[in-house]
């Protein structure tokens, strides 16, 4: 189960000497050649979405590419797993909105969003609820079956507009796997580069990074240098839209 989870995509300590101060745009360029975490700021509040997001979508996510920097020596648990999916494409849907207040600012529904991503890849009996802490929105807690939980925490973020029609976000996420006999610990960078086609149409191209946590017993092997790396095409149609295709 863990294997797939990692996909789930998503400021934990490492050290300062590890942390890369870059623009986003630069970083997305310079995959897979990460020696480091991203610099980004402690997160607050939500990850905010321009106004071309605002709706329901229906995503397809393509993983293209695994990379493993530090292997054979170190490895995360489910790399080996994960390369089942690529070139496999995962349709899930996904919201993007606003409270019911003028001018607020588009977020993600992180529930239906969580959910619907975890049913696509894992089956919708594995899946027995996700739901986000009312206290903080960067909190997001996933109960699977047998007894299983992924507790998700969104640690720091930053995000560019390069233009008007371009969004580049990254999330840093602490990810915390419990079992009934096991917890494993790990830490998540998340970079998506995304691109409004029209007003029906996103596409994007996302990347992740996952580093060992402090509490693993590797982790100062690694040194801060992230142990798997992924790359996924990622498509976004409005519902609307790919409803009237089929009509």
Not at 215 to 230: C, I, M, S
Request: overall charge neutral.
């Amino acid at each position: 189960m863990w294997r797939s989870l990692v996909i789930l995509v998503l400021c934990c300590w490492l050290p300062a000497k590890n942390a890369i101060a870059l623009n986003l745009s630069d970083r997305v360029q310079q995959f897979p050649q990460w020696s480091g975490m991203v610099t980004v700021e402690a997160a607050s509040g939500d990850l905010e979405y321009p106004d071309w997001f605002a709706g329901e979508w229906l995503a397809t996510s393509t993983l293209r590419e695994t990379i493993a920097p530090l292997a054979p020596d170190l490895t995360t648990p489910g790399f080996e797993g994960n390369q089942q999916y690529i070139d496999r494409p995962v349709d899930f849907g996904v919201k993007f909105g606003s409270e019911k207040v003028e001018n607020s600012p588009v977020v993600a529904d992180r529930a239906f969003n969580g959910r619907n991503i975890a049913k696509a890849y894992l089956g919708e009996e594995a899946v027995r609820s996700v739901k986000v802490d009312p206290n903080n929105p960067n909190r997001q807690i996933t109960k699977l079956s047998p007894g299983q939980q992924l507790v998700s925490t969104v640690t720091g973020r930053k995000s560019e507009f390069p233009s008007r029609d371009r969004f580049i976000a990254t999330e840093v996420t602490r990810q915390v796997f419990r079992r009934p006999s096991q917890i494993y610990v790990n830490t998540v960078e998340v970079t998506t580069a995304y691109q409004l086609i029209d007003p029906q149409t996103i596409q994007a191209t996302q990347f992740a990074a996952i580093y060992f946590a402090p509490e693993d017993p590797r982790y100062f092997e690694a040194l801060g240098h992230p142990v798997a790396l992924y790359r996924y095409d990622l498509d976004l149609v409005k519902r609307e839209a790919k409803l009237g295709s089929l009509n």
